[in-house]
């Protein structure tokens, strides 16, 4: 069953297009997803989704409902986690879950289990009375969880959940997840981290200056630049090199650079690593490291963007 469909969706700021003509599928039970550097309109895209802003153009259809016309019934079956912490800094973690159940319209003995078992999933039972300006970033981020999925949601859209907090906390949040899928709620899930998206995500959309470029499972995406290998040079001045003369060099697909390294994207079928060499070379710059790079969902990432994930 199609939970999410999409189809040409356009959002347009004046003369800004921040989603460019989007379709996509989210089925039942998925992962899904959605992964592109600063800018490139996940966020805008999610909002949408959420009904918190309106398309400019292109449907949007939830549980096979087109949100425009039951939005109201629709929002009762997403659960939203945003980016910024969404919290009553002096509530405490039992009133702020609280808050939010009676916006979903629970009362009553309904209200107060559901209060208890979305703390306590999220390892937050125990401090129900303590104000969330005592908290932790980690445990912020938990109960923006717990305020999210108190009505039981059919889907939770979490943006970017692991900003900025310890290693425990992302590891007990990624935990989280993964028990929340198998319970059967279907996740969207942007995030910077590749690791998180390459562990997490059933089914991956890449979006680039506001269309998706790529959809598909991390195999199938790996298997769009099996054809490719990526280089990484370390040279003592990336400003001195010459990224043009490195693009014209035949078998060379894209160049980009990150802090003291030269990436280069090649086609496999042609050997050009001396040329490339050669190139840095006459620049009078000192090769410090010289390797390919796996494929790996950065990699590929890399490849079809010209840029890094945090970008």
Request: with cysteine; net charge negative.
């Given at each position: 069953?199609?939970?999410?469909?999409?189809?040409?969706?356009?959002?347009?700021?004046?003369?800004?297009?921040?989603?460019?003509?989007?379709?996509?599928?989210?089925?039942?039970?998925?992962?899904?997803?959605?992964?592109?550097?600063?800018?490139?309109?996940?966020?805008?895209?999610?909002?949408?989704?959420?009904?918190?802003?309106?398309?400019?153009?292109?449907?949007?259809?939830?549980?096979?409902?087109?949100?425009?016309?039951?939005?109201?019934?629709?929002?009762?079956?997403?659960?939203?986690?945003?980016?910024?912490?969404?919290?009553?800094?002096?509530?405490?973690?039992?009133?702020?879950?609280?808050f939010f159940g009676e916006l979903y319209g629970l009362r009553g003995q309904e209200l107060s289990e559901a209060i208890d078992e979305a703390l306590e999933f999220t390892g937050l039972l125990e401090f129900k009375k303590k104000k969330a300006e005592e908290f932790s970033g980690g445990m912020l981020r938990r109960l923006n969880i717990a305020c999210a999925i108190v009505h039981n949601p059919k889907i939770l859209i979490m943006d970017e959940p692991t900003v900025g907090i310890d290693p425990q906390s992302r590891n007990n949040i990624m935990q989280a997840v993964k028990e929340l899928n198998r319970k059967g709620v279907t996740i969207i899930y942007t995030t910077h981290y590749?690791?998180?998206?390459?562990?997490?995500?059933?089914?991956?959309?890449?979006?680039?200056?506001?269309?998706?470029?790529?959809?598909?499972?991390?195999?199938?995406?790996?298997?769009m630049v099996s054809d490719k290998r990526i280089l990484n040079i370390g040279v003592d001045n990336v400003y001195k090199v010459n990224i043009e003369n490195l693009r014209n060099i035949e078998g060379v697909i894209g160049v980009s650079i990150d802090e003291g390294n030269v990436i280069i994207t090649s086609s496999k079928e042609v050997n050009n690593l001396s040329k490339l060499i050669k190139e840095i070379s006459e620049e009078e710059l000192k090769i410090n490291d010289l390797r390919f790079k796996e494929i790996t969902l950065e990699t590929v990432f890399l490849s079809l963007t010209g840029k890094k994930l945090r970008d």
């Open positions: 069953m199609k939970v999410v469909e999409i189809k040409d969706l356009v959002k347009k700021y004046d003369t800004t297009i921040a989603v460019d003509n989007i379709n996509l599928s989210i089925e039942e039970g998925e992962i899904y997803g959605i992964l592109g550097p600063n800018g490139a309109g996940k966020s805008t895209t999610i909002s949408l989704i959420c009904s918190l802003l309106n398309p400019s153009f292109g449907e949007i259809k939830i549980l096979g409902e087109d949100i425009r016309k039951k939005s109201i019934s629709i929002k009762r079956n997403i659960g939203l986690v945003p980016q910024n912490i969404a919290l009553y800094r002096n509530f405490t973690a039992y009133e702020n879950v609280k590749m690791e998180e998206a390459e562990n997490l995500c059933s089914k991956i959309a890449i979006i680039d200056n506001g269309k998706i470029i790529v959809e598909g499972t991390k195999e199938e995406l790996k298997d």
